[in-house]
C-alpha cells in the first residue's frame, strides 16, 4: 500500500496497481512524494524501482519520434497544389516571424501525432480489478515484457532500502554463493582427511586437528549465513560534505533462524544508551547482545563434532563447580554491551609521544564499558576486582547514584586512571576516572549536556531512526587524532602500509566523522548512517571500524619495533665508540674514568652519550657545555681488576653493558624503557637509600 502527498494534500493508501494507472493517467509524476511500509521518510516517485518501467514508458511516448523525409508523391502533390492555388502575395509577410510560428505549430502537430501512435501501439486500456477504474497499461507488443533474470535475484527489496541516483550504487546478489562456500569447506575437509597420517586419532593423541574446519563449517551453516541473498550499499549527498550511507543484508523472511539473526538482537528499540554518553566522546560502539545464546551454541558445536578428546576438555572447563555456574550466570545477565573512548582536548594532562625530533601530545583519553543486564550478578562480579589495590575502594554518591572507585594507579605518564563503577537504571557502567563516572551522573540527572546535545552529533543524526540493535559513533576529534598518528608513523612505514592508511583516511582530507544505526528485522541487517565523507571510503570505515583499529593496532606496533630495532642498533654503536674512549683512558692512566669529563681527549664528541631512544635529553655540542644532565649511558664502578668480563658503562634504557674487553652485549629483556627527564642540574638529587 502506498500514500501519495500532492498540493499540500494526502492521499491513499492506494494499491500498486492503481498507482500505476495514475501514473499513466498523468494524476501523478516522478517529483510526487510516496510513501510506503519500510520507509522511513517521504521520498520521490521516481526512486521506486517498481514503477520505473512506467515512467521509462512515459517518457518513450512523450518524446517525438524523428521526422521522417516527406515522400516523393506527397511532395509532388503537394507541388501541383501549390500550383493551383496562387497565394496572395499581400498574405506575404515582409519577415520570417510568421514561417517560424506556422513551423511551431506544424511541429506541435506532429508530436501530437506520434503520442498518439506510441499510445495506440504501445498501451491499452483495462479496467483494474480493485478499482474498476479504467487505466493505461504497456501493449504487450510493444517490444515484450521487462527483462526478468533467469535467476533468482533480491535486487528489489534490498533496493528498496537504498537510495539510487547518488553517488554510489552497488547490488550483488549471493543466491548461489552459500551453497559454493558449503561446497568449498567440504572439499577442504576432504583434503584434509587425506593428508592426515595413520594413526593420529583417537582420545589418546589428543582433539582431531581436522576437528576445527568441521566445525567452522557447521557453524557457517547454522550462523545464517547462507541465507543471505543479496548485499546492497548506496552513498547520496543530502547536504555539502554531509552523506547518507546505507548498507542491507537480505535474507527471506522464513529464513530468519541463524544464530547471527539473534546474537545481535532481534527487535529494533531506542538506544537508551546514547543518553549515558559523555560530551568528550569520541568513538563510541553499542551492540544488543546475547552472549548465553552464542555460549550455549558454541557448546552444542563442540558436542556435535563428535570429538570425545575435544568434548572432554570443554567439559572440564565448563562443568567447573567454581567457575561453570558463574559463567553461566554472567553471561545469561548481559543483554547489551558498549565500549567508548573519550578525548578531552581542554584537559591539561595530555599524552606525549616522541616522533623523530619532537614530541605530539594528544587529548586526554578515557575508557567507559557500558553493559545492560538482568541483574546484579555483573556488578557483584566486578566490584570485588575493585578491592585488590592495597586500599579499599571509595564509595561516592553522585546524585541517587552510588559510585565505587578504587585507589588511583600510578603510570608513568601524566594521567591519572581510577577504575569506577556505577550502575545507571538498568546499565552497569566501567570508567577509567572517577571523573568520568560523575559525569555519567551528571547527565543522567540532567545537570550536565551529554554526546547527543553537541552540535556534531546532532550534525551527523539528523534524519536518522535512532530506533535499532547496535549504533557506532567517530567524531571528528577522533579522525584528526587517527591523521597525526598516520602522519608521524607513514614515514617510517613500507609504501603498501602507507597506501592504505590513505585509503582509510586522506591526511589532506578533513577529518571523518560518522554516525550510525543498524538494525535487525525479519528481512536481514539494514544500516542507515551519515558520513562527512562518501563512496568505498566511507563504507569501508563504517562497517569495518573495528577491523580497521583491530589492524592498526598490528600495524603500529610493527613500525614501532622497526624504529626501535634501528634505535638499538644506533645505541649499540654509541656506546661501543663511548667504551673504547674509556679503554685508552684506563690504558693510559692505569685508573678507570670517575666522570665522563675525565675522557674528553679520548672521546672527540659528548653526543655520543645521549640514547637514540632518549628523548628527554639534550646532547652538548661540545665539552665546554657538557654537564652529567646530557648522558644516557652510565660509568660502572670498577671492581677489582679490569677483565674481559668486567662492566664499564651501560644504557639503562636498552639494558646494553660495555665490557672490559669493548664488547657491547644486550642483558635480558631487552625491551627498551621510557626514563624520567633528569633533574635540573642546580638541583641535589636525594642520596640513594640502603638495602
Not at 508523391?73 to 493551383?84: G, M, P, V
Not at 550502575?423 to 549536556?449: F, M, N, Q, R, W
Not at 609504501?495 to 566523522?513: H, Q, R, V, Y
Not at 551519515?530 to 577491523?547: D, E, N, W
Request: net charge neutral.
Amino acid at each position: 500500500m502506498y500514500k501519495i502527498y500532492d498540493n499540500d494534500q494526502e492521499y491513499g493508501p492506494i494499491e500498486e496497481q492503481d498507482l500505476r494507472g495514475w501514473i499513466c493517467e498523468g494524476r501523478v509524476t516522478g517529483a510526487t512524494l510516496a510513501f510506503k511500509e519500510g520507509l522511513e521518510s517521504w521520498v520521490p516517485l521516481s526512486d521506486f524501482i517498481e514503477f520505473a518501467d512506467d515512467f521509462a514508458a512515459l517518457e518513450i511516448a512523450a518524446t517525438p519520434a524523428k521526422a521522417e523525409p516527406p515522400k516523393a508523391a506527397a511532395s509532388k502533390t503537394a507541388a501541383k497544389t501549390a500550383k493551383t492555388e496562387p497565394i496572395s502575395t499581400e498574405a506575404v509577410p515582409k519577415k520570417s516571424s510568421r514561417a517560424v510560428v506556422i513551423g511551431i505549430i506544424g511541429l506541435a502537430l506532429c508530436i501530437g501525432l506520434a503520442a498518439g501512435w506510441f499510445s495506440q501501439n504501445l498501451f491499452t486500456v483495462e479496467e483494474s480489478p480493485v478499482s474498476g477504474v479504467p487505466v493505461m497499461k504497456k501493449a504487450k507488443k510493444s517490444g515484450g515484457p521487462a527483462k526478468v533474470s533467469a535467476e533468482k535475484s533480491s535486487y528489489a527489496e534490498v533496493a528498496k532500502h537504498l537510495d539510487t541516483h547518488g553517488q554510489l550504487f552497488m547490488y550483488l546478489s549471493t543466491e548461489q554463493l552459500g551453497a559454493q562456500a558449503d561446497q568449498l569447506f567440504e572439499s577442504f575437509a576432504k583434503m584434509a582427511e587425506k593428508s592426515r597420517p595413520l594413526g593420529s586419532t583417537g582420545p589418546a593423541a589428543g582433539p582431531n586437528p581436522d576437528i576445527g574446519l568441521k566445525i567452522l563449517r557447521q557453524a557457517y551453516r547454522e550462523s545464517g549465513l547462507m541465507d543471505v541473498s543479496g548485499v546492497g550499499l548506496s552513498s547520496f549527498a543530502i547536504d555539502k560534505g554531509l552523506y547518507r550511507n546505507r548498507l542491507a543484508a537480505h535474507h527471506y523472511p522464513d529464513k530468519g533462524d541463524g544464530k547471527l539473526w539473534k546474537v545481535f538482537g532481534t527487535v529494533a528499540h531506542e538506544q537508551a544508551a546514547l543518553k549515558l554518553l559523555p560530551a568528550t566522546t569520541a568513538f563510541a560502539y553499542h551492540t544488543d547482545l546475547d552472549p548465553k545464546l552464542a555460549w550455549d551454541w558454541i557448546k552444542t558445536l563442540v558436542q556435535q563434532s563428535g570429538d570425545k578428546a575435544l568434548i572432554e576438555m570443554f567439559n572440564q572447563t565448563t562443568t567447573n563447580p567454581q567457575t561453570g555456574p558463574m559463567i553461566e550466570g554472567l553471561l545469561g545477565s548481559v543483554t547489551e554491551a558498549g565500549i567508548a573512548i573519550t578525548l578531552n582536548s581542554t584537559s591539561t594532562n595530555k599524552i606525549s609521544f616522541p616522533v623523530d625530533d619532537k614530541i605530539m601530545e594528544f587529548p586526554e583519553p578515557g575508557l567507559v564499558i557500558l553493559l545492560k543486564v538482568k541483574d546484579d550478578k555483573v556488578a557483584q562480579a566486578i566490584e570485588p576486582l575493585l578491592t585488590l589495590g592495597p586500599i579499599n575502594p571509595q564509595k561516592i554518591m553522585a546524585g541517587t547514584n552510588e559510585l565505587i572507585a578504587m585507589m588511583p594507579l600510578p603510570l608513568p605518564v601524566p594521567l591519572q586512571v581510577q577504575v569506577t563503577m556505577l550502575k545507571v537504571d538498568d546499565y552497569v557502567i566501567v570508567c577509567s576516572t572517577l571523573a568520568l563516572a560523575k559525569e555519567i551522573a551528571a547527565i543522567k540527572s540532567g545537570e550536565a549536556p551529554g554526546l547527543i546535545a553537541s552540535e556534531e552529533f546532532k550534525k551527523l543524526s539528523k534524519g536518522v531512526n535512532l530506533d535499532g540493535n547496535q549504533f557506532q559513533f567517530v567524531s571528528a576529534r577522533m579522525g584528526q587524532t587517527i591523521q597525526q598518528l598516520q602522519q608521524s608513523v607513514a614515514k617510517d612505514a613500507s609504501p603498501e602500509i602507507t597506501g592504505i592508511m590513505g585509503f582509510l583516511n586522506d591526511p589532506k582530507a578533513p577529518p571523518f566523522s560518522h554516525f550510525g544505526v543498524t538494525k535487525v528485522t525479519v528481512e536481514g541487517i539494514q544500516l542507515d548512517s551519515l558520513a562527512t565523507t562518501s563512496g568505498p571510503q566511507t563504507l569501508a570505515l563504517q562497517v569495518g571500524v573495528v577491523p580497521a583499529g583491530i589492524a592498526a593496532a598490528l600495524i603500529l606496533p610493527a613500525v614501532s619495533k622497526s624504529r626501535d630495532g634501528a634505535e638499538v642498533a644506533k645505541c649499540q654503536s654509541n656506546l661501543k665508540q663511548a667504551g673504547l674512549a674509556v679503554l685508552i683512558f684506563q690504558e693510559d692512566n692505569q685508573k678507570m674514568p670517575t666522570s665522563w669529563k675525565d675522557v674528553a681527549k679520548e672521546l672527540q664528541s659528548p653526543e655520543l652519550l645521549v640514547c637514540p631512544n632518549d628523548k628527554s635529553r639534550q646532547s652538548a655540542p661540545n665539552w665546554l657545555a657538557f654537564t652529567p644532565a646530557n648522558a644516557t649511558y652510565e660509568l660502572v664502578p670498577l671492581v677489582g681488576k679490569l677483565t674481559p668480563a668486567s662492566i664499564v658503562a651501560r644504557c639503562p634504557i636498552h639494558n646494553h653493558t660495555l665490557h672490559g674487553d669493548g664488547s657491547v652485549k644486550s642483558a635480558e629483556p631487552a625491551e627498551p624503557r621510557r626514563l624520567p627527564p633528569p633533574p635540573p642540574t642546580d638541583v641535589v638529587a636525594p642520596p640513594k637509600k640502603s638495602l
